[in-house]
């Protein structure tokens, strides 16, 4: 019910389309707020490929205006929690060959060398797969195509066919 409060007041109404954007380097923020409508139900939910950055080198028109949005009605009929996995699951769950947990932070911390959040502890989930977030962006930071992220899936031994992948 907050959500589609919120949600609203944005103007989304779950039939138009929405389309999500950040800039480069906004750590998968784009994406997980395209997840959260996605999980909403409002599945014509769209992540602008390249975000800002490939805006503005197509020469997109932009503002600096603050838009006003115009409150929408939207219900959320059903919320989708299947996407998300709490700690005891990823315990229960660890070592089994049909679970893949992926960890998309930067080589060093996966590898614990450095903490740039003060954590408490480095390092990963022990049996996390390492698959930096930004090896799927071409240099303008467009995703790659499909062909290249599909050997880069394979080469960190990912199949999704076979595996419930855990990011």
Not at 109 to 124: D, L, M, T, V
Not at 134 to 163: H, M, N
Request: hydrophobic content about 40%.
């Amino acid at each position: 019910e907050t959500m589609a409060k919120r949600l609203s007041l944005l103007g989304i109404d779950g039939k138009r389309p929405v389309v999500v954007y950040g800039d480069a380097g906004d750590w998968g923020q784009s994406g997980w707020v395209v997840w959260i409508l996605r999980m909403s139900g409002i599945k014509n939910a769209r992540m602008l490929d390249g975000g800002f950055m490939g805006w503005r080198a197509v020469k997109g028109k932009t503002d600096h205006i603050a838009y006003k949005a115009k409150p929408a009605s939207l219900k959320i009929a059903k919320y989708e929690p299947g996407y998300n996995v709490d700690t005891k699951w990823v315990v229960e769950n660890m070592g089994r060959p049909d679970v893949a947990i992926v960890d998309v932070r930067t080589p060093p911390e996966y590898a614990g060398a450095i903490r740039p959040f003060q954590e408490k502890r480095g390092g990963h989930i022990p049996g996390a797969i390492s698959l930096p977030m930004d090896v799927v962006f071409a240099k303008d930071y467009t995703i790659l195509p499909i062909e290249d992220l599909k050997s880069i899936i394979e080469k960190c031994g990912l199949t999704s066919a076979d595996q419930d992948i855990v990011l």
